[in-house]
């Protein structure tokens, strides 16, 4: 977000108020439909499920096709404000981070002194009241997601859907997903949602198969269009730079789930060496937990200060560990399997010849390298990464 000059960042409320819900369209519309197997009493959503070769829904557990009518059920969690517990009190936890934007959409553009077009993104906890959780952390009913809004005059809404679909394409890619992993899914007809001019989902292939990990959305003027009828505040923008011109911006959106981006990395990352009898996790730098890690090969002084001073010259830069318990064969194992990209060994030669080896997870490959040139070797194998 800071590497961006047109984005502002925002940390907006989680509890909001059942009218800017209502003005979303999210009591209205935002419900799954609900079907109970009679056979096996599982309860799954009409929309997930397979059909036979009849075109009849089956039960995903034990794949029965007597099942009842799809019910629609509204996901959003309630609860009360104040003491009284009537409809009057009822208040939402937010089902997504955006809403919390538009309503601070004047806000943040009038404090900031915005013109169009810019952005506004807030990484923040979400709550749905899922019908069916599952697949490790890839649908939970308290999940994160970072989101981005932007607004953009009416008109040239198309071509920014176009710039952010690349640009989220591309952010992927540079977290290390693998390109054939990944697809454009576009929503058809029958699949947009309310506020949607265009959606595309960026699907990601699964061990369970092909799932959506983030959404990238053509919201028109919907939502400031809604906020501004419910809510009787003019939420106009006035274009100073084309004669004052007053409209309400369409937004483009890219919706994102940190946690369902988790477990792409994690799917993505995760190999079975078989010929080295080893478990890796290939992570790319930029999202490996622990970038480097130390360690001297055994516990005497002069080999501990020299480690402690590495570790500490790269304390500032990089995420370390430092490790120097068991042997050293086991404490690579420890660090692959935590996707560590690189190992800087101290042993007893270090004494002499004032140099290290550094070790390349994937590769295994150790190479010999001074102290005083270490700094910019591992810099350079971080930014010239394959
Ligand atoms: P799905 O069809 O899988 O329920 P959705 O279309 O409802 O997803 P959006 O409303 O577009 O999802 O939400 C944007 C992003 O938030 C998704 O791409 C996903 O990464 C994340 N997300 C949505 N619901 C969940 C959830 N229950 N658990 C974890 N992440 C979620």
């Known amino acids: 977000m800071t590497l961006r000059d047109d984005v502002e960042g925002i940390d907006a409320a989680i509890l909001m108020a059942s009218k ?17 197997c009679r056979n096996c009493k599982a309860r799954f959503r009409a929309d997930k499920a397979e059909k036979n070769k ?33 409809s009057a009190a009822t208040i939402f936890l937010r089902p997504e981070t955006a809403q919390g934007i538009y309503v601070n959409f004047h806000n943040v553009q009038q404090s900031t002194r915005r013109h169009l077009p810019f952005g506004i993104a807030q990484i923040g906890k979400a709550f749905r009241n899922e019908i069916t959780p599952g697949n490790f952390i890839f649908r939970t009913r308290e999940f994160e997601q970072m989101e981005m809004q932007y607004f953009v005059r009416p008109g040239e809404d198309e071509k920014w859907m176009e710039f952010w679909k690349q640009a989220r394409w591309d952010w992927q890619l540079s977290i290390g997903l693998d390109k054939n992993k990944l697809r454009f899914h576009p929503h058809g007809e029958g699949e947009l949602a309310h506020y949607a001019k265009a ?48 409209y309400l911006p369409y937004i483009i959106e890219t919706s994102a789930g940190a946690d369902r ?20 996790l290939k992570f790319h730098p930029s999202v490996a937990p622990i970038k480097l890690a130390i360690l001297p090969l055994s516990k005497k002084p002069e080999l501990e200060s020299i480690a402690d001073k590495v570790f500490k010259d790269f304390q500032q830069s990089y995420k370390i560990q430092y490790d120097d318990s068991g042997s050293i064969g086991k404490r690579y194992r420890r660090q692959e399997e935590i996707g560590t990209p690189f190992c800087i060994t101290v042993d007893f030669d270090s004494l002499n010849d004032q140099a290290v080896t550094l070790r390349h997870r994937d590769t295994m490959v150790q190479e010999r390298v001074s102290l005083d040139k270490l700094k910019n070797a591992i810099d350079d194998k971080f930014k010239n990464w394959k």
């Not at 829904?57 to 003491?83: D, H, I, Q, W, Y």
């Not at 477990?263 to 009898?277: F, P, T």
């Open 20 to 36: 800017v819900w209502e003005a979303s369209g999210h009591v209205e519309n935002f419900t799954d439909p609900l079907v109970d």
């Open 199 to 246: 959606a595309f989902d960026i699907e990601f292939e699964f061990p369970f198969g092909w799932s959506e990990i983030e959404g990238v959305h053509n919201r028109t003027d919907f939502d400031l269009g809604r906020h501004q009828q419910f809510s009787k505040k003019n939420l106009q923008y006035v274009d100073l730079l084309n004669n004052n011109e007053k």
């Open 261 to 280: 981006t988790m477990l792409a990395v994690l799917c993505n990352a995760y190999q079975e060496d078989k010929a080295n009898e080893r478990v890796v």
């Open 54 to 86: 009849d075109g009849k829904l089956m039960c995903p557990e034990c794949e029965s096709t007597n099942v009842t009518e799809a019910r629609n059920f509204n996901l959003m969690f309630k609860t009360f404000m104040g003491a009284v517990e009537d």
